[in-house]
């Protein structure tokens, strides 16, 4: 619903946009893509893909769209060689990509690459996937995760901010300010709250792409920090 009634957020995602160079192409990895192996999409025209069911009519009326780019498809499947990496040339944009970028870019007038994320593989997988794609944000290559700070949809309610999930909020800040990636990769085990925080991993897998094709040494702003229906985080960060 973001796309149709994004609230607060909407106003992050534009400045981030807004305050950036014009990149001459997003790739953009989304939770809602799942493979066994890293896949890019490499159709120079993808659909708009409405991958939900039992929401209002004009969410399904709505469409983005932007080009693809094959040539950065082949590129970024190049780099991802040794992943046994593949082009998939028939799918489109799901609505993990196009939700944000309907509001970053609502021309939708740069190219769009998205990348699939491999939940099976687990968190550090998704760090040294981004370490390898890397080199195209030194390309004029936008480079997004999107995905979810806390998703575990069981505990919604509108009873305010779920204790743990701003208790999980912080943990992961704690450790992304501190670049302690191998503390945040094995959240599972050592946060308190990352279990409840996330069921199962693939939302919270392209944090972990960004985090991994950020620059060493990277300076991590966190432009928004709200927690929607209790339990959703939706944090959003910036690498630079």
């Given at each position: 619903?973001?796309?149709l009634?994004?609230?607060?957020?909407?106003?992050?995602?534009?400045?981030?946009?807004?305050?950036?160079?014009?990149?001459?192409?997003?790739?953009?990895?989304?939770?809602?893509?799942?493979?066994?192996?890293?896949?890019?999409?490499?159709?120079?025209?993808?659909?708009?893909?409405?991958?939900?069911?039992?929401?209002?009519?004009?969410?399904?009326?709505?469409?983005?769209?932007?080009?693809?780019?094959?040539?950065?498809?082949?590129?970024?499947?190049?780099?991802?060689?040794?992943?046994?990496?593949?082009?998939?040339?028939?799918?489109?944009?799901?609505?993990?990509?196009?939700?944000?970028?309907?509001?970053?870019?609502?021309?939708?007038?740069?190219?769009?690459?998205?990348?699939?994320?491999?939940?099976?593989?687990?968190?550090?997988?998704?760090?040294?996937?981004?370490r390898?794609?890397?080199?195209?944000?030194?390309?004029?290559?936008?480079?997004?995760?999107?995905g979810?700070?806390?998703?575990?949809?069981r505990?919604?309610?509108?009873?305010?901010?779920?204790?743990y999930?701003?208790?999980?909020?912080s943990?992961?800040?704690?450790?992304?300010?501190?670049?302690?990636?191998?503390?945040?990769?094995?959240?599972?085990?050592l946060?308190?709250?990352?279990v409840?925080?996330?069921?199962?991993?693939?939302?919270?897998?392209?944090?972990?792409?960004?985090?991994?094709?950020?620059?060493?040494?990277?300076r991590?702003?966190?432009?928004?920090?709200?927690?929607e229906?209790?339990?959703?985080?939706?944090?959003?960060y910036?690498?630079?």
């Amino acid at each position: 619903m973001h796309a149709l009634q994004p609230g607060a957020v909407r106003e992050i995602w534009e400045g981030i946009a807004r305050e950036l160079p014009k990149p001459k192409a997003i790739l953009i990895a989304s939770a809602h893509w799942e493979t066994a192996v890293p896949e890019v999409t490499a159709t120079a025209k993808p659909e708009t893909i409405h991958d939900f069911y039992g929401f209002p009519k004009p969410l399904y009326e709505i469409q983005y769209p932007a080009k693809g780019d094959p040539a950065l498809a082949s590129r970024a499947a190049g780099l991802l060689k040794s992943f046994g990496a593949k082009a998939d040339p028939v799918r489109g944009l799901d609505h993990g990509a196009w939700s944000p970028l309907l509001h970053m870019y609502p021309k939708a007038d740069i190219p769009v690459v998205q990348v699939a994320v491999q939940t099976e593989l687990g968190t550090q997988h998704h760090i040294d996937v981004g370490r390898a794609l890397a080199p195209l944000a030194q390309e004029g290559v936008l480079i997004i995760g999107s995905g979810h700070m806390t998703h575990n949809l069981r505990d919604r309610s509108n009873n305010g901010p779920a204790p743990y999930a701003s208790s999980f909020q912080s943990w992961v800040k704690q450790r992304i300010d501190a670049h302690a990636l191998d503390e945040l990769a094995d959240y599972r085990r050592l946060s308190p709250d990352g279990v409840r925080a996330h069921p199962s991993d693939e939302h919270f897998l392209p944090l972990f792409f960004a985090l991994g094709a950020a620059r060493e040494g990277y300076r991590a702003e966190r432009l928004y920090d709200g927690i929607e229906m209790g339990a959703l985080a939706m944090d959003a960060y910036r690498f630079s």
